[in-house]
């Protein structure tokens, strides 16, 4: 680490971390998000600052800085009494979410050299294994999703979800898709777009590839990202008539990308020609979820459809249809690297041939 980034000490490190997301292409929503997590996280350190001594007693000691760099001295057990203060008054898919805000936002000060540590990794931890692996959820046949589905009209949003559906891919791994992991060489999408020029694809061809290499605040593909694939290993999904249908009705309509990336789900509103964030997405599927009644404010995994709820939907159905759990775990993304390895080397026979014979229509 250079000596610049060492003594990196802003006055007012939220500031600066919102400077940062502006230069890294986040859209004003966004941002907008970010600031009003952070702000109430930073007068919430400073109200339990002052329960004690101030901020100005600080000051005057020497021993602190402004209200505004209070961040930069909160502890992992400010974070989990923020955490802690959260819940009662917010969803816990809510909480979940500002708790995320806060660690990225400790995560990249701690990577630019400004913090010297991130006090929400403990926090994070410890919500990961108090969250229900596998709560009950609504349950969701698949004649009731073909309706849902059949209201759901604009091309985009139509995607999004029937990619959900099709694949059970996760949300930052649905965002993080370029034009070169989808292979549809039959669509007419295939003329106008260099679609599917990994070289993995070469000889699996209507196929999706999901990276594991795509990580928060890291390059890939030319683009800094802001989701992060889980996946430990690369997976190759068959794109079934119904996935290539919608796609190529998205592509026909689709704008044209600010990324040089070249990203497969862009913005159609506000964020014109970006791509789409863990965010976005989860506002069009909550906005078609809830005009169908199955999602409302305060509602928690059991009742309410998210995209989340599309990957256990895909799980559910497709592996009661194969009855192999080796196929679906592949597909999801989340077996060991030796059985990864035996898929990977006979795809065809194993993956798309139990996929394309077993996978529910939709449409």
């Known amino acids: 680490m250079s000596s610049e980034t060492e003594s990196l000490d802003p006055a007012d490190p939220v500031g600066y971390f919102l400077e940062d997301l502006t230069y890294h292409g986040k859209t004003d929503r966004t941002k907008r998000s970010y600031e009003r997590v952070l702000r109430r996280f930073e007068s919430f350190v400073a109200d339990r600052r002052g329960s004690g001594r101030s901020d100005a007693d600080d000051d005057a000691t020497g021993n602190g800085t402004a209200t505004t760099n209070v961040t930069a001295r909160a502890t992992h057990r400010d974070c989990m009494a923020f955490v802690h203060s959260l819940r009662g008054d917010h969803a816990e898919s809510t909480v979940a979410t500002y708790a995320a805000y806060l660690h990225r936002y400790y995560t990249y000060m701690t990577q630019v050299g400004a913090f010297e540590s991130n006090p929400m990794t403990l926090v994070m931890e410890e919500m990961d294994e108090s969250i229900d692996k596998d709560p009950a959820r609504r349950e969701i046949d698949v004649p009731a999703m073909r309706a849902f589905l059949d209201r759901v009209r604009h091309p985009l949003h139509r995607a999004v979800i029937v990619t959900f559906l099709k694949t059970g891919m996760r949300v930052g791994e649905l965002c993080n898709l370029d034009l070169r992991d989808v292979s549809m060489p039959g669509s007419p999408a295939a003329s106008v777009y260099d679609l ?168």
Request: proline letters at 5%; aromatic letters at 8%; charged letters at 30%.
């Open 196 to 363: 599917g020029t990994r070289p993995a694809l070469e000889s699996r061809p209507d196929s999706l590839y999901v990276t594991g290499d795509a990580r928060v605040g890291e390059p890939l593909n030319g683009e800094i990202r802001s989701a992060a694939n889980k996946r430990k290993r690369e997976t190759v999904i068959p794109v079934d008539e119904e996935l290539e249908h919608v796609l190529t009705a998205w592509l026909a309509i689709r704008p044209d990308a600010v990324s040089p990336a070249e990203p497969l789900f862009i913005g159609t509103a506000g964020s014109w020609g970006e791509r789409l964030d863990p965010e976005s997405v989860r506002h069009i599927v909550e906005e078609h979820a809830r005009d169908h009644g199955w999602y409302r404010t305060g509602g928690g995994a059991s009742e309410n459809v998210t995209p989340h709820y599309f990957r256990h939907f895909f799980t559910t159905h497709l592996r009661d249809r194969t009855g192999d759990r080796g196929v679906v775990k592949y597909l999801r993304g989340d077996v060991a690297e030796d059985i990864i390895d035996t898929y990977t080397h006979n795809w065809g026979d194993q993956v798309r041939a139990t996929y394309e014979a077993h996978i529910y229509e939709l449409l």
